[in-house]
């Protein structure tokens, strides 16, 4: 089992940038794909970036693709996300997901969220 908890979120302008947070308690973090998902209001929930168990491989949703970056510290039992140039249409909540695939990536734990607001 996986206990998450995301962190990082907040009101940024359009070009800024901000990087999320996720710290995992459990075992199963070490043999965990992991992933970052989002979903704006009204809106189905989106994927945005996973990487594998190693961090060897990632990949991304193509309306973030080229601004930002998943990252892991496996020491830490922590999963990164750093968003640069911003954009109004980023605002979301901000989930992070542990599971044993990586693609297509499933989620079988999530954490609670993290808002992500971005202004024009």
């Excluded at 961090?55 to 999963?79: E, H």
Aim: hydrophobic share 35%; glycine share 14%; with cysteine.
């Amino acid at each position: 089992q996986v206990s998450l908890v995301e962190s990082g979120g907040g009101l940024v302008q359009a070009g800024d940038s901000l990087r999320l947070s996720c710290t995992a308690s459990g075992r199963a973090f070490g043999r965990s794909a992991m992933g970052w998902f989002r979903q704006a209001p009204g809106k189905e929930r989106e994927f945005v970036a996973g990487i594998t168990i190693s961090g060897a491989m990632t990949r991304y949703g193509d309306s973030v693709k080229g601004r930002f970056t998943i990252s892991r510290d496996n020491a830490k039992n922590t999963v990164s996300l750093q968003m640069n140039s911003l954009k109004p249409e980023d605002t979301a909540v901000y989930y992070c997901a542990a599971g044993p695939l990586f693609s297509p990536f499933r989620g079988d734990y999530w954490g609670r969220g993290t808002q992500v607001t971005v202004s024009s």
